[in-house]
């Protein structure tokens, strides 16, 4: 049994556009604790790729999300006060001749008077917080096999985007003209559904949801990090017992990678969201056998990220997370207090002739065999509590 392949039939071509939801066939999302400030963060990312012989302008400002729960009905979907529909003034990303860009909907699970919230919104990359006025909301969700897709709407109206061509920078600043055309709309754009699952905890342990008879969790067995150093020392105080344990209860021995597999997300004791995103000024390249961990019918392993927590000032820290080839994740100005953390694993590596991924061509015998047995898939693990303490 080889492991599970990423959905390829997610492409629609129409209007020159084509659409696809990125991602592995298998996406479970943790859901979080019915208690208040419980929050699990998530996003979709949407590809939009242009095999035509002109540029297209793209917006995302019209992409609505249209999901369809574990009884086969579509969700009731609210719509944001004061989405655009019609015609309108619009920004756009122009995509270029033969180019792809991506775009995404992010959003939370979350709990509002006992009932389960799904909410999306348009990605901002600064991660403040969620504009509701702006978001999609699903209500009354809960576990189980979803399916999601997103519509997009051809706009009418007043499109403007910076046109690369027209883009001249300068050594004292860049000149940038905005292109604006007039267009009409001339119907909508449709990918295919994609797969979601909700998962909730296993009943013998909160900290761990299972996948298909593999079970993910979030492992921290000494919840309370108190940094020993109080003087302004640069020396960081180790924490080797955070990490991720993964255990195999099929019949079928995998391996799982952790080549840029891992995300952390930190909830702050204010509710507070703080998604991971690694930073790097080095890259290890090559795949080593180090990677990937062997886990056979019946046993765990457990993979523990590189964990510092630094006194910064007064009372104020940094927990940082190495992911182990060149790149570490920070979360900065931390007070003590309680804190919810938990890991995004996501490997999506599979057999394929095409190495354009990989430094070294062809693929060594060793890596050939690891990935004909390399779980694939997303999964986040239960948010875990900890304290964070000074001496």
Same mark, same amino acid.
């Given at each position: 049994?080889?492991?599970q ?5 997610n ?10 939801i ?44 249209e ?17 655009q ?37 348009h ?42 061509? #027209?883009?001249? *920078? ?8 905005? =292109?604006?055309?007039? /267009? $009409?709309?001339? %119907? !909508?754009?449709t ?13 013998d ?19 309370l ?24 209860? #099929?019949?079928? *021995? ?6 840029g597999?891992? =995300?952390?997300?930190? /909830? $702050?004791?204010? %509710? !507070?969201v ?19 961990l ?51 694993y996501?490997?999506?590596?599979r057999? $394929? ?37 000074p001496?």
């Amino acid at each position: 049994m080889t492991s599970q392949e990423s959905n390829k039939s997610n492409k629609v071509k129409q209007d020159g556009l084509q659409l696809e939801i990125t991602g592995p066939e298998i996406v479970a999302l943790s859901i979080p604790e019915n208690k208040p400030s419980a929050t699990a963060p998530l996003s979709f990312t949407i590809s939009v790729t242009n095999p035509t012989q002109t540029p297209i302008p793209f917006t995302d400002d019209v992409l609505i999300p249209e999901i369809i729960g574990p009884d086969g009905q579509a969700l009731h979907r609210k719509e944001p006060i004061n989405r655009q529909v019609g015609s309108g003034e619009y920004r756009a990303t122009l995509v270029m001749v033969g180019e792809q860009t991506v775009t995404s909907l992010e959003g939370r699970l979350s709990w509002e008077n006992n009932v389960l919230q799904l909410i999306l919104h348009h990605a901002t990359y600064f991660y403040p917080p969620i504009d509701l006025d702006k978001s999609w909301f699903f209500d009354t969700v809960g576990p189980g096999e979803y399916q999601i897709r997103f519509i997009y709407e051809n706009p009418t109206g007043t499109i403007s985007y910076i046109d690369p061509l #027209t883009f001249i *920078p300068t050594r004292q600043e860049a000149i940038i003209e905005e =292109t604006r055309i007039e /267009v $009409t709309g001339t %119907g !909508e754009l449709t990918t295919p559904f994609a797969n979601f699952r909700l998962l909730t905890p296993v009943e013998d342990d909160k900290n761990v949801v299972e996948v298909d008879g593999i079970r993910f969790e979030t492992f921290i067995p000494k919840p309370l990090l108190t940094v020993i150093n109080r003087n302004k020392s640069p020396k960081a105080e180790n924490y080797s017992q955070i990490g991720i344990r993964i255990t195999n209860n #099929t019949l079928t *021995p995998f391996y799982f990678s952790f080549y840029g597999t891992f =995300t952390p997300d930190l /909830v $702050t004791p204010d %509710g !507070e969201v703080l998604q991971g995103g690694y930073n790097s000024d080095w890259t290890r390249w090559r795949l080593e056998k180090s990677d990937f961990l062997l886990v056979t019918p019946g046993k765990s392993a457990t993979f523990f990220p590189g964990t510092s927590l630094y006194w910064r000032k007064l009372d104020q820290f940094l927990l940082n997370f190495s992911n182990e080839y060149g790149g570490c994740c920070s979360f900065d100005s931390l007070k003590p207090g309680i804190y919810q953390l938990r890991f995004r694993y996501e490997s999506t590596i599979r057999p $394929t002739e095409n190495t354009d991924d990989f430094i070294e061509e062809p693929l060594e015998d060793w890596l050939i065999e690891i990935m004909k047995k390399v779980w694939t898939g997303r999964v986040d693990t239960p948010f875990v509590e900890f304290h964070l303490t000074p001496p």
